[in-house]
């Protein structure tokens, strides 16, 4: 198994402002990826953290506002900017070793944009 | 991405056996069936997960029709701890990343009765 540490577990900020979120694993993972949650809603897929290059955002999610990193094989970081309150959700990183096993999800970051 | 279908709601009482069944009629002949569940104000966990042979571990059973269409996770005793929100989700196993996400529908939310 894997576990992940999410920084910040919530947060309260101010529209307009931007916020990092950073994700480790304790173990090296081939695969990182970050999710959405909306209040009362299941999972949504942001993007694909690749380690070296570019991230790979899903439909509707673009890099100007979500902003990946990932410098190495246990680390990485989504940014939210340009922050507004239709951006309050919990934002979830998930990693994975390989296709055929199980996907690991740290406890989430809480985002209130007031 | 192939699609899954699961009843919004499920109840159970404690000590129970509860079944969650999915349908899954598009499922490609490399599709994995995951089982993950998510506690309230947690990241999701994996549960099971299989191709085309039943499963079982420690958490759970999983039972999977022989034309692969659908499958039903199998908690043999439920505890209330197990109140969670069940999804059911198919996942490619070749190579490349697109392959390694997980995309997740509104799932099945169980509650367990004292």
């Known amino acids: 198994s894997a576990v992940i540490s999410q920084k910040p577990s919530r947060d309260i900020c101010q529209r307009g402002t931007s916020l990092t979120i950073q994700c480790q694993v304790d173990?090296?993972?081939?695969?990182m990826f970050w999710y959405r949650q909306q209040p009362g809603q299941s999972l949504t897929l942001i993007a694909t953290a690749n380690q070296g290059s570019e991230a790979t955002y899903e439909s509707g999610f673009v890099i100007d506002k979500f902003p990946i990193s990932r410098p190495n094989l246990t680390f990485s970081t989504l940014t939210v900017s340009n922050m507004s309150p239709e951006d309050s959700s919990i934002y979830l990183c998930s990693a994975n070793r390989d296709s055929n096993t199980e996907a690991f999800f740290g406890q989430g970051t809480r985002l209130t944009v007031v | 991405d192939a699609k899954t279908t699961q009843p919004n709601s499920m109840e159970s009482n404690e000590e129970e056996p509860v079944h969650l069944p999915c349908n899954h009629s598009t499922i490609s002949g490399t599709d994995y069936i995951h089982w993950y569940r998510q506690l309230p104000s947690q990241g999701p966990e994996y549960v099971i997960h299989g191709l085309t042979s039943n499963v079982n571990n420690r958490m759970a059973s999983l039972a999977i029709a022989e034309d692969r269409k659908s499958s039903t996770l199998i908690l043999h005793r439920a505890t209330l701890r197990d109140a969670a929100v069940y999804y059911c989700?198919?996942?490619?196993?070749?190579?490349?990343?697109?392959?390694?996400?997980?995309?997740f529908g509104k799932g099945t939310l169980l509650t367990v009765n004292p």
């Open positions: 173990s090296q993972v081939t695969m």
């Open positions: 989700i198919l996942r490619g196993a070749n190579s490349g990343g697109s392959n390694y996400k997980l995309t």
